[in-house]
């Protein structure tokens, strides 16, 4: 049989450019496909998954225009994992600082923020504050299925596919915390811009975001309902948010 080098030296002299050249072509495409086969697998991983982020039950009603009841028992459901959930504070000024914010994108345009405009710290039956429930995630295996007709129980979803959604305030996590927040007085500074982060601290996108997001189901671990005390934003909360923000948008 003949070797490759004999072969390559039979060949007629005027063929090799051509060869060469699609050669070159074919190691081009070649780092193409390398470069773009991590996203094609992140999307087939077992331990990825893909999410969407609901401010409320209009905005799941929006992608499933035809499931309102389905969206509102979504709603129902991440709701009621809401107090297991939820990060805790043993100060209602740092949960203030963490979590307050505007939520009507028209709100407060005449200078005034109704109640129902503001996402403000609630108190928990143990006397500690946590950020009120609104928001809720929902996997994308589950949303295919309700436009297809099947409607999985919401209650059978396990926390990965289905949890409460904070709001987390801009200044959160562009502040790195050193000054504290212990001058911070309750409402004297409501921030217009936001981001969605899970119970655990795990960051996921900013107020505008539309569409899925896929991230490694690890991130999506519940927080065990963590209790943050002291009135300093280094190592708490905000903390976790902030590393997880800088890590998804490296």
């Given at each position: ?41 992140l999307g087939l991983d077992p331990l990825h ?25 979504l709603s129902t459901e991440a709701e009621s ?92 996590l562009h502040d790195g915390g050193e000054s ?71």
């Amino acid at each position: 049989m003949a070797t490759q080098d004999g072969i390559q030296h039979d060949l007629p002299h005027h063929n090799l450019p051509r060869r060469t050249r699609r050669q070159k072509r074919t190691q081009a495409a070649t780092l193409v496909l390398m470069g773009a086969t991590p996203f094609a697998v992140l999307g087939l991983d077992p331990l990825h998954t893909s999410v969407r982020v609901f401010q409320d039950v209009r905005a799941c009603h929006s992608a499933l225009s035809s499931s309102l009841a389905y969206c509102e028992a979504l709603s129902t459901e991440a709701e009621s994992r809401h107090a297991d959930m939820a990060p805790e504070y043993t100060s209602l000024a740092q949960c203030s600082a963490d979590f307050d914010h505007v939520t009507g994108d028209l709100a407060c345009a005449d200078g005034w923020c109704s109640a129902d405009n503001l996402s403000t710290c609630e108190t928990t039956d143990n006397g500690h504050f946590r950020p009120p429930f609104k928001s809720f995630l929902v996997d994308e295996s589950v949303l295919r299925s309700a436009y297809q007709g099947d409607f999985p129980a919401p209650e059978s979803l396990g926390e990965k596919q289905l949890q409460p959604v904070y709001g987390i305030a801009d200044s959160t996590l562009h502040d790195g915390g050193e000054s504290g927040s212990s001058s911070y007085s309750h409402h004297s500074h409501i921030p217009f811009f936001w981001h969605y982060v899970a119970a655990n601290g795990q960051y996921l996108g900013n107020q505008t975001m539309r569409g899925s997001v896929t991230m490694a189901r690890s991130q999506l671990a519940s927080s065990g309902n963590k209790t943050y005390t002291g009135t300093t934003q280094r190592g708490g909360f905000g903390a976790t948010a902030r590393k997880t923000m800088q890590s998804a948008r490296s």
